[in-house]
């Protein structure tokens, strides 16, 4: 079912549902996607209690929930989208455009996004698009950040391990670490098999963010809470150079929130063409707790893998 409704202050909202969950995006901003859920449940996603209902304005706000952005990192990143978007509905899909960010300092630059939800089950597929709207080319890969409420925590599978010998004398992943990462934040736990991040609101480490990524040849991130597994997956590119030293997924975390990224290739985006970026979305309730790579292995993994293929 497809509805459009009231949320927080802003009046042009758009919900997707189905038997099992929903989903909310923003359309007088954004587009964010700002809500989703088991129907009936608390929302899996942080929203920024400070900036419901705002919209207009040239400060650029997080407000919360999934949004879309340009890898690397640097100023046109935060490019403010307060501003409404376009919809349409395109089957069972919608479809949010914003418009063409050339107010200054204007990036040229015009980010869509296409959600459809699954007819039953807790699964959507959400597509995300840049379009190059200058004169020039530019180089960028498309970034999705989820941002999870919090008090949970991220688990991204790591390659598989094998003694050394001729067939596995070279690497086969990496690791990137920005200058506030500490690998003695006893938010990580760094295993054989998955690397995972903690969300706590008072951190005892020397930062107070922390942030991390890989290549992560599996294609799957999930975040658990309280129960509630959420998984996401992209697909990889194989032979794709990626942002930030070699990334297709990315964690963060501070004291209020914890992100799981993912990243489409770096590519030469010439005047008028357009990136793409596909994620697919899924819940598992009832989930065990847990803690350690046992706990992945049984908990984790099995669904992460198996869900979609």
Partial sequence: MIERIRYRGWENCWKLSNSEVE???LADVGPRVVWYGVRGRENQFHEVDQDAGKAGGGEFRLYGGHRLWAAPEVARTYFPDNVGVKVAQIGNALRFTAPVEDSPPGTRLQKEM???????????????RISNHDSRSTELAVWAPTMMRAGGRAILPLPARHPMDQDHVLPVGMFAVWSYTDFADPRWLLGTESVQLVQTENPTGRFRE?????????????HFRRGT??????????????PDGGCNFELFTNPEFLEVETLGPLVELKPGETAEHVERWW?????PDGTGEEWVRQEVAPRAENIGK
């Fill in 283 to 287: 819940l598992f309730e009832g989930v």
């Fill in 210 to 222: 922390q942030m991390g990524g890989i290549f992560n040849s599996a294609g799957w991130g999930a």
């Fill in 229 to 242: 597994l959420f998984v996401k997956r992209a697909a990889v590119i194989a032979g794709a150079r990626y």
């Fill in 114 to 128: 296409e959600i459809e939800m699954d007819a039953a089950g807790s699964g959507a597929r959400l597509t995300h």
């Fill in 23 to 25: 989903l909310i995006v």
